[in-house]
């Protein structure tokens, strides 16, 4: 089963652009994680956010989580090429293993 | 090695056989995971070890799959009398903490096509 859904599913943006995308969930949650797939390759992890936190920046990538709508957001700022990339959101319940959702899939083009 | 390593890259089995996958985690980690990702999907959970104990194997879909991490390092994913439904990328996680839910670290997955 997978708890987290993303949306929108497919975003298409140019480079410089602001790419958001979303995920939500139905239970409560310890953390929430964000990952990021190249085609044909391994996820790989961006950012951990708890949930007694509300906001969290890395870079240029931005996480905010709103544990009463049980969702969160992504944003990638000044996107670029290189960001082309499928990105999944995480959760956990107590004691289980992260779940993952379906994922959003992003294109940049130059 | 740096990362996670899991061999093979890519496997094609006929119906019927059976297939095993190696996941080599990172050295120390000590919990290791197995996901199932099919086309177009998020990655579904499979299974959990923590050591050589697999504490949860409640995603595994039915009793032709096995997984072992028999010393605490290396595992394996064992499909027997594969079907065409298990074709999917296989990918193995390791995380330097116990319990389930921290940052993991993934291999590149090896893509098995069941024809």
């Known amino acids: 089963s997978q708890q987290g859904e993303e949306d929108p599913q497919a975003l298409s943006i140019q480079e410089g652009e602001n790419a958001t995308m979303n995920c939500s969930y139905k239970?409560?949650?310890?953390?929430l994680q964000w990952y990021r797939q190249n085609s044909g390759r391994g996820l790989v992890h961006l950012i951990l956010i708890r949930s007694n936190e509300r906001e969290k920046h890395s870079g240029r990538l931005r996480v905010t989580l709103d544990t009463s709508k049980k969702s969160s957001s992504l944003l990638i700022t000044a996107s670029r090429a290189a960001d082309t990339a499928s990105y999944f959101c995480a959760t956990d319940q107590a004691g289980t293993a992260l779940i993952f959702g379906k994922g959003t899939t992003l294109s940049v083009s130059s | 090695g740096a990362g996670v390593s899991q061999s093979p890259r890519y496997k094609v089995a006929k119906r019927g056989q059976d297939v095993a996958l190696r996941c080599d985690p990172i050295s120390g980690h000590v919990s290791l995971f197995w996901y199932q990702q099919a086309l177009g999907q998020g990655p579904e959970f499979l299974t959990y070890f923590q050591n050589e104990a697999q504490l949860d194997k409640s995603g595994l879909p039915s009793d032709r799959f096995f997984a072992e991490r028999p010393e605490g390092s290396v595992s394996t994913l064992k499909i027997q009398r594969t079907q065409q439904e298990d074709s999917a990328v296989y990918l193995c996680?390791?995380?330097?903490?116990?319990?389930?839910?921290?940052?993991?670290?993934f291999g590149e997955g090896s893509r098995l096509t069941v024809l």
């Open positions: 239970t409560s949650i310890n953390n």
């Open positions: 996680a390791s995380s330097p903490i116990q319990g389930p839910t921290g940052e993991l670290f």
